[in-house]
């Protein structure tokens, strides 16, 4: 059984940043894709970032320049670098493993509250 363990958040001020982590029980690059989704009170969940197992990556265009995906595939890990945070970002963090003719993977969440 495939296990993801979100970290990191917590509350930071509009304009700080946060690192979230995702630590994955199996190998990252054995998954498709690796993703970053979040979701708001009252909101639907929403992706943020994804990166393949080649490497490509791809953002919502509300991060976008402000927002990084990267992963330790040593550490079997995926990260997510969030600078210049805005109020509209607070949300939970959830992670995600797809692979092909699979079910998805999904994580716990992590809240992250970005103060105005």
């Known amino acids: 059984q495939v296990q993801l363990v979100e970290s990191g958040g917590g509350l930071v001020q509009a304009g700080g940043s946060l690192r979230l982590s995702c630590a994955v029980s199996?190998?990252?690059?054995?998954?498709?894709?690796m993703g970053w989704y979040r979701q708001a009170p009252e909101k639907q969940r929403e992706r943020v970032a994804h990166?393949?197992?080649?490497?490509?990556?791809n953002y919502a265009d509300s991060v976008k320049g402000r927002f990084t995906i990267f992963r330790d595939s040593a550490k079997n890990t995926v990260y997510l670098q969030m600078n210049k945070l805005k109020p509209e970002d607070t949300a939970v963090y959830f992670c995600k493993a797809h692979r092909l003719f699979e079910r998805d993977y999904w994580g716990q969440g992590t809240q992250v509250t970005v103060s105005s």
């Open positions: 990166i393949t197992n080649g490497g490509g990556t």
């Open positions: 199996g190998n990252i690059l054995s998954f498709n894709v």
